[in-house]
């Protein structure tokens, strides 16, 4: 299963184990099975510490545990963790055969000393980008603590599993036989859900700290080439933000950023937190901004948690998110049949019906991507005519499984009271009344700011967009925007980076130019 390079590298990285790890399969006679067996040999061969054995016990077959003598770890992989999965699988070889995580010291105590008993399921899907980031961290918080148990499972490979629990979207998590939380999550995040005290006590630090030069709110890539710009002047830079990384970590591949001929957006996500870390920023992340003012020399950033931050001088970036049909259903049926990423999702409506809502580059590229898993897609698009790239197009036309209707209003996403059956619309040439009977819809419309914080803070566009000048100032002195939050045209990731960059440029020329707080000058 494993190619020669492949191998090369995993016998590398097997070195740095410092304990034994043994791999117990539970297994069945499918091919699957085998399959499996096969692959976790080839890994016992490239090191002398790495065991295979077989116990048949686990009700999910197959399956694989991972422990060390003398550990009380409890650690599974359900299915083939391939795909984005086989770096999680890799990290936690090295993790139970003793190799330090990389993770603060501070969190791992707080792993360490977390009191219940917690058993989590995960639920991936090969092609995920997202789900890599849950799993990890639930492998690492089940070597650190023996209180907690966890199973990663490939939807794609326990399907009963899925239309029992009715899984349609990843990663989900459960807690305890509880869905816990479904989409991306990182260690911390996981923690701060379910050790309650942690976040008051989060909240009383980030009160606590003095003020900021320079503080960027968002961490995308442009709230991340601002950071760094600003650090590079020697100036005192924070950076505030829901998740580094921000909507990239959501997009699958990349191949537009200028000499980068293709990556991915996880990967780039990871690129940005590294050359932020390189230089003396304030990172504070699983922080969402409330509000904003001008008190005297200051800008005061309200967070959620209720702490409040300040600065001189903020640069806000806080990108945008996938849009919404605005349909009755919609909200009902998010992650129950209702999706936004074709990528993750799409492997766990295999055989069956499903829409993709949009006609644009994304909504093309979704369906001829779905095109190759499901039974049969319909693309629904609101104009007379697709608005894709014609190469797209044509790939499009081309699929037999895909059936293409212009000129429609969705009105309704209709279900079951559990998942999705179906989707009504209107064509608007003759205002005829249609329904299609399916399993899921990808919804793929575009994006909307995350500026709802700020509409009685500073001048906004009708469609939320922050007004900035060439500078990237906005209406309030002193604060600047940058990204797809912003009016700039053209909402792609290096536009992104070159106005954080401008925008930073420009916070640290207004700062030279303005008197130091009487606090601060004291």
């Known amino acids: 299963m494993l190619d020669a390079n492949l191998k090369t590298q995993l016998r590398s990285y097997l070195e740095r184990l410092t304990r034994p790890v043994v791999i117990t399969a539970s297994v069945n006679d499918t091919p699957k099975s085998a399959e499996m067996v096969a692959m976790l040999h080839e890994i016992a061969e490239l090191s002398d510490r790495v065991s295979v054995g077989e116990d048949g016990t686990d009700a999910r077959r197959p399956s694989f545990a991972l422990t060390s003598p003398g550990q009380d770890i409890s650690l599974r992989f359900a299915g083939l963790p391939m795909g984005h999965e086989f770096t999680s699988l890799v990290l936690a070889l090295l993790q139970v055969g003793g190799h330090p ?19 989590f399921e995960t639920y991936f899907s090969q092609s995920c980008q997202n789900c890599p980031d ?68 989060e909240a009383e630090k980030l009160a606590a700290k003095k003020a900021f030069d320079v503080l960027v709110v968002g961490g995308g890539p442009g709230g991340a080439a601002a950071a760094i710009y600003a650090a590079r002047k020697g100036i005192r830079t924070g950076i505030v933000t829901e998740r580094l990384g921000g909507q990239v970590l959501d997009t699958m591949s990349i191949e537009n950023l200028i000499s980068v001929p293709q990556t991915e957006g996880p990967k780039l996500a990871q690129a940005l937190e590294n050359h932020i870390r390189e230089y003396d920023v304030d990172i504070m992340t699983l922080q969402i901004a409330a509000s904003l003012s001008r008190q005297g020399d200051l800008i005061h950033v309200g967070l959620e948690s209720g702490a409040t931050l300040t600065a001189r001088s903020v640069i806000l970036s806080t990108g945008a998110r996938w849009r919404s049909i605005g349909v009755p259903g919609e909200q009902e049926y998010r992650n129950k049949g209702v999706t936004y990423c074709p990528h993750c999702d799409g492997p766990l409506f295999k055989g069956k019906s499903v829409a993709v809502i949009g006609g644009g580059n994304s909504g093309v590229e979704a369906a001829i991507d779905l095109a190759g898993v499901v039974a049969d897609v319909t693309l629904i698009e609101y104009d007379r005519n697709l608005r894709a790239d014609d190469v797209l197009q044509r790939k499009l036309r081309s699929l037999k499984n895909v059936r293409i209707i212009t000129n429609a209003r969705t009105t309704e996403v209709r279900g079951d009271g559990a998942k999705v059956t179906g989707l009504a619309y209107i064509d608007r040439a003759t205002d005829e009344a249609h329904e299609i009977a399916l399993s899921g819809i990808f919804v793929q419309i575009g994006l909307l700011p995350n500026t709802d914080w700020l509409k009685d803070a500073l001048d906004l566009t009708p469609r939320g967009e922050i007004r900035v000048d060439d500078h990237g100032a906005t209406s309030i002195p002193g604060v600047f925007a940058a990204g797809d939050c912003t009016t700039t045209p053209y909402k792609q990731i290096v536009i992104a980076m070159g106005e954080g960059a401008k925008a930073s440029l420009a916070a640290f020329d207004h700062l030279i130019r303005t008197s130091l707080p009487d606090e601060q000058a004291a």
């Open 101 to 119: 995580p990389k993770a603060e010291r501070e969190i791992l105590e707080q792993i360490e000393g977390l009191n219940g008993d917690f058993t």
């Open 134 to 201: 849950v799993v990890q961290a639930l492998n690492l918080m089940a070597v650190l603590n023996p209180r907690i148990r966890h199973v990663a499972i490939d939807g794609s490979d326990f399907r009963a599993e899925v239309e029992t629990r009715q899984v349609m979207s990843v990663p989900t998590i459960y807690l305890n036989g509880k869905v816990f939380g479904q989409g991306r999550m990182g260690l911390e995040e996981i923690l701060s859900k379910i050790d309650t005290g942690a976040a008051a006590k």
